[in-house]
């Protein structure tokens, strides 16, 4: 029994102490069971801010492709302005390189693989071409100057005696020029009468000869001279006055400025009537430039107007407007024209009413197609060869519509170059919605095939009617002349100013086309305002090139019918 108790004792104490390692255990269960709850929540906690900076991460990758693709088009960009403001900006193909700089070594004129730094040839005369022909002055007035020996070499050099005339000369020429400003006397012839009539006055004085501007001094040749200075040579009116000064004569700025504006509105008419003449054609070209007129306009914010040029192919008309709205081409135009406007593609010229009724069609530019993929070979040099191909492909089609138009309409070998042609014009289009289905296609390259997409059936006229040209170019020569003026005296400074140089603008590039002497043309017009007291004659269209006879357009031309470069 007593062993029975001591073992009782144990087993209680052995109790105890399982209860006091239970209560331990417990104790330290909880301890554990709170720090599984807290680790579980720092793994939920941690969880998610592994989401959220996977997303973050996903974000700045993404954020880094876009910020990459603007650095490089910003690069591009600069590259494009670059090549713009210090690389050629003329267009003329030439025998080393015909696409733009891009250095195409499948270019015509230039080696396969040749490299950049090979001999090139030499400026000015090639030895293996023939010298141009000397041109013919035979035109000009001769003024004979006799060229004889000095008295005391007229004799022989070794005995002194006396040399004999021949009775002959050894002649040659040379071209010189001789301006000369003078003031016309006009002396006036006076007579008195005989008789003893009381109604007439005793005194007769022949009348003043007619005068373009009454009671000025200056005569009809002085502001031909200065409208054809500024308006057709775009020269500043300051340099003139100082050309003036320099042969003898001093005008005031406000003089001229002021037989300008008299002389303004007697281009009027001849404005309106190039204009009428102008829309009745059925083929036109049509672009726009700036143009400052310094002047406040109710409702104009700044200076810069837009001068527009609307072209056929006998008359040329410029608009001068405050603004680049749709509005002035659609006022330009009547509601029921018909035929072709050759433009660019300015949304402008398609907001038009004509065009959306169907009346007038647009034949968009190539040459400004071809530009976006220059730009593209210029401003990524990665994609230089993609832009190189779809340049060879637009040279391509230059081509065949030249080797097209050698040959007469109706003709086979006119068939043969047209079937070629319309080929090649449908594999242009499968490959640009080739490449457009491509998802990888670069931006640059998707934006420029889907403009091309766009404007196809405008940019396509030219196939089914030969007569229509693939580019807009020649509108923008003619644009250049006045383009040389708003660089050289900015503008005009006043409204009047600005529709002088509308309608000279007009008048000059329509007399271009007609290869007409604008010096002859304005003084033979002139001559006939001042014989009409200084107004515009009644009946203009007799001054217009088309109402003209052969005879009389070979009197306003020279004998080579290049009065002036022709900027036509």
């Known amino acids: ?28 269960n909880a301890v554990l069971r709170q720090e599984s709850a807290d680790l579980r929540q720092q793994v939920r906690d941690l969880t998610r801010e592994v989401g959220y900076w996977k997303s973050r991460h996903a974000d700045v990758k993404n954020t880094n492709v876009l910020v990459q693709a603007e650095l490089d088009q910003a690069k591009a960009e600069i590259r494009q302005l670059k090549a713009e403001r210090f690389g050629k900006t003329s267009e003329k193909q030439n025998k080393v390189d015909r696409s733009n700089d891009l250095a195409d070594p499948e ?41 004889d020996l000095p008295d005391e070499e007229k004799v022989c050099g070794c005995c002194g005696l006396p040399l004999t005339d021949l009775g002959c000369t050894k002649d040659s020429e040379q071209i010189e020029i001789e301006i000369e400003l003078y003031r016309k006397q006009l002396e006036r012839k006076r007579y008195r009468r005989t008789c003893n009539c009381v109604e007439p006055p005793r005194t007769i004085t022949a009348p003043v000869p007619p005068k373009l501007l009454p009671k000025s001094i200056y005569g009809t040749s002085i502001w031909v001279y200065l409208l054809i200075e500024k308006f057709q040579l775009q020269r500043p009116t300051h340099r003139t006055i100082e050309q003036l000064g320099h042969m003898g004569l001093r005008m005031a700025p406000g003089t001229i400025a002021d037989g300008f504006k008299r002389i303004e509105p007697l281009l009027t008419p001849i404005y309106e009537a190039i204009r009428l003449h102008h829309v009745q054609s059925r083929f036109f070209h049509a672009d726009e430039t700036r143009w400052r007129v310094f002047v406040e306009k109710a409702g104009k914010i700044g200076h810069q107007w837009w001068l527009w040029l609307f072209a056929s192919y006998d008359a040329v008309i410029y608009v001068l407007d405050p603004s680049r709205s749709h509005d002035v081409p659609q006022k330009h135009f009547p509601d029921d024209v018909r035929g072709v406007l050759v433009v660019d593609r300015y949304s402008g010229y398609k907001a038009m009413q004509q065009v959306k009724d169907g009346n007038l069609l647009l034949a968009f530019c190539w040459a400004h197609v071809r530009r976006d993929f220059v730009r593209i070979g210029k401003g990524f040099p990665e994609l230089k060869d993609w832009a190189l191909t779809w340049l060879r492909q637009i040279q391509q089609l230059y081509r065949l519509n030249r080797e097209r138009l050698q040959h007469e309409s109706g003709t086979t070998e006119f068939a043969a170059a047209d079937s070629l042609l319309r080929q ?29 997409q766009d404007h196809w059936s405008g940019l396509t006229l030219f196939v089914d009617d030969p007569r229509i040209p693939l580019d807009n170019n020649a509108a923008e020569r003619k644009i250049r002349n006045p383009a040389v003026g708003r660089k050289n005296y900015y503008g005009s400074g006043a409204e009047w100013a600005g529709r002088l140089a509308m309608m000279l603008f007009s008048i000059f590039a329509t007399l271009a086309i007609w290869k007409i002497n604008p010096r002859t043309w304005l003084t033979w017009y002139f001559d006939a305002c001042a014989i009409n007291d ?25 004998p080579h019918g290049e ?6």
Do not use: Y
Request: aromatic fraction near 4%; charged fraction near 30%; glycine fraction near 4%.
């Open 534 to 558: 200084g107004r515009a004659p009644v009946n203009v269209e007799i001054f217009m090139p088309w109402n003209l006879s052969a005879e009389r357009l070979a009197e306003l031309r020279n």
């Open 107 to 147: 270019s015509p004129g230039t080696q396969r693989g040749t490299p950049p730094n090979a001999e090139r040839k030499k400026r000015g005369q090639q030895p293996d071409r023939p010298a141009p022909k000397r041109r013919d002055q035979s035109h000009l007035p001769v003024r004979v100057e006799a060229v």
């Open 1 to 28: 029994s007593d062993a029975f108790v001591d073992q009782l004792q144990w087993l209680k104490v052995v109790v105890e102490e399982l209860r006091r390692e239970v209560r331990v255990l417990q104790a330290e």
């Open 563 to 568: 009065s002036f470069p022709n900027t036509s």
């Open 424 to 452: 090649h014009i449908e594999a242009m289009a499968a490959a640009r919605d080739q490449e457009l289905s491509d998802e990888k296609l670069r931006a640059p390259c998707r934006t420029a095939l889907t403009s091309l």
